[in-house]
């Protein structure tokens, strides 16, 4: 069964700091990936997302992140944070074609002043 | 405007009742989700459907139950079997190759 892995629970930067966080998925079967974004007692937003093609994505807010297939991984960067993103952030993947999005168990993502 | 809607958005019950939450999208999707989301947990999917009159069993299926009557509507019911009830619950539907999924704001279930 697919799965998702989140390297950290808990991730905080520093206004105007970059910031990367990890997402490793189980399987190297086609896959659409996902980034989505949850602000406290909302529903979730999509940041951006990998279908095909290019394997650098770009997403609102700033952020982009990178397919690479052959480390199973999809990180999301972004070079300078503010405080609005401070939030908890989720990876997903899809096998192609599947109706199923299968879920990482999240990073809080705390910017500081 | 397009999009889905839970509601309520704060639901309080006794222990020992039955619940049933709403979740309504004009977004002319065909697949529909319901997931469970503790602190730390991430988004643990409860049952979904890929059309009308037709759902099938999630990873946390026990103790909930679901019907999908009309294509906009897929109501999820909290029965009284599932031992902790207490959780945020949300909705989310998406065409059928789930190239995007979109999610409602959420019901936040409290159980006393």
């Known amino acids: 069964a697919q799965s998702v892995t989140q390297l950290d629970s808990q991730v905080p930067v520093f206004e105007e700091a970059p910031v990367e966080l990890r997402c490793n998925y189980s399987?190297?079967?086609?896959?659409?990936l996902f980034w989505y974004v949850q602000y406290p007692n909302q529903g979730l937003q999509l940041l951006l997302k990998y279908l095909s093609g290019s394997t650098l994505v770009k997403g609102i807010n700033g952020f982009e992140a990178e397919f690479n297939k052959s480390q199973t991984s999809f990180h999301l960067r972004k070079p300078s944070v503010h405080i609005s993103d401070t939030a908890e952030y989720f990876c997903a993947v899809t096998q192609g074609g599947s109706e199923k999005l299968v879920f990482g168990k999240g990073t809080k993502l705390t910017v500081n002043p | 405007d397009g999009g889905i809607t839970q509601s309520p958005k704060y639901l309080f019950r006794k222990e020992g009742q039955n619940v049933t939450l709403s979740c309504e999208q004009n977004l002319n999707h065909d697949a529909m989700y319901w997931y469970r989301q503790d602190p730390g947990q991430g988004l643990r999917l409860i049952y979904y459907?890929?059309?009308?009159?037709?759902?099938q069993k999630g990873d946390i299926a026990e103790g909930y139950s679901v019907s999908r009557e009309k294509k906009e509507s897929f109501p999820l019911t909290v029965t009284s079997a599932q031992k902790n009830p207490t959780a945020f619950y949300l909705c989310?539907?998406?065409?059928?190759?789930?190239?995007?999924?979109?999610f409602g704001q959420g019901t936040r279930l409290t159980v006393v």
């Open positions: 399987s190297s079967v086609s896959v659409y």
């Open positions: 989310a539907s998406s065409t059928n190759r789930a190239t995007e999924a979109f």
């Open positions: 459907s890929q059309i009308v009159n037709d759902f």
